[in-house]
T-cell receptor
């Protein structure tokens, strides 16, 4: 019941660079598009989210870009830092509110 | 706010034994979710509750798995009998609204030997 496709599976970025992670979804009924960040040994934590009535949302170094017609949304991390090294999940809610997680992207920031 | 509290943090048990994982959601959250995470399968939703009532248990892998939520502040996930393939990290999460952010606990790492 995979309704999201996340890419890339892993990503290595130099410190200070831009990290970009993409998520494609199928269900046009989704009305909330969050990204979660997970550090080793911890549970996923909500990082940033967007509603479909806007095309972009920025919080500090983190930006969500949303393309409704293409059914895609992406996470951009500007000035990437070693502390950003984590696994990132796109996770729009599915039917009856349950979250369907993508496969995750393992991000490594090289110092 | 102490967040979502799970216990135990780690559990090692022998195959065939019963295992009970526990979760205390954030007060006031109406939804509670149980997820399982493995390298091979990623994060899988097992079951979720709304106001203590199980809504969707289609992700529960087998009859060996059962979950209960006797009240708004406590839920359990039980595996009986446990098998080595049940080894995973089990997360509990809660949410106050239907399509909003979830708060996850720190998880229970289960190892069945």
């Amino acid at each position: 019941q995979q309704q999201v496709k996340q890419s890339p599976q892993s990503l290595i970025v130099q410190k200070g660079g831009i990290s970009i992670i993409n998520c494609a979804y199928e269900n046009t009924a989704f009305d909330y598009f969050p990204w979660y960040q997970q550090f080793p040994g911890k549970g996923p934590a909500l990082l940033i989210a967007i509603r479909p009535d806007v095309s972009e949302k920025k919080e500090g170094r983190f930006t969500i870009s949303f393309n409704k017609s293409a059914k895609q949304f992406s996470l951009h991390i500007m000035d990437s830092q070693p502390g950003d090294s984590a696994t990132y999940f796109c996770a729009p809610p599915g039917g009856a509110s349950k979250i369907i997680f993508g496969s995750g992207t393992r991000l490594s920031i090289r110092p | 706010d102490a967040g979502v509290i799970q216990s135990p943090r780690h559990e090692v048990t022998e195959m065939g034994q019963e295992v009970t994982l526990r979760c205390k959601p954030i007060s006031g959250h109406d939804y509670l979710f149980w997820y399982r995470q493995t390298m091979m399968r990623g994060l899988e939703l097992l079951i979720y509750f709304n106001n203590n009532v199980p809504i969707d248990d289609s992700g529960m892998p087998e009859d060996r798995f059962s979950a209960k939520m006797p009240n708004a502040s406590f839920s359990t996930l039980k595996i009986q009998p446990s098998e080595p393939r049940d080894s995973a990290v089990y997360f509990c999460a809660s949410s106050p609204i239907t399509s909003g952010g979830y708060t996850f606990g720190s998880g229970t790492r289960l190892t069945v030997v």
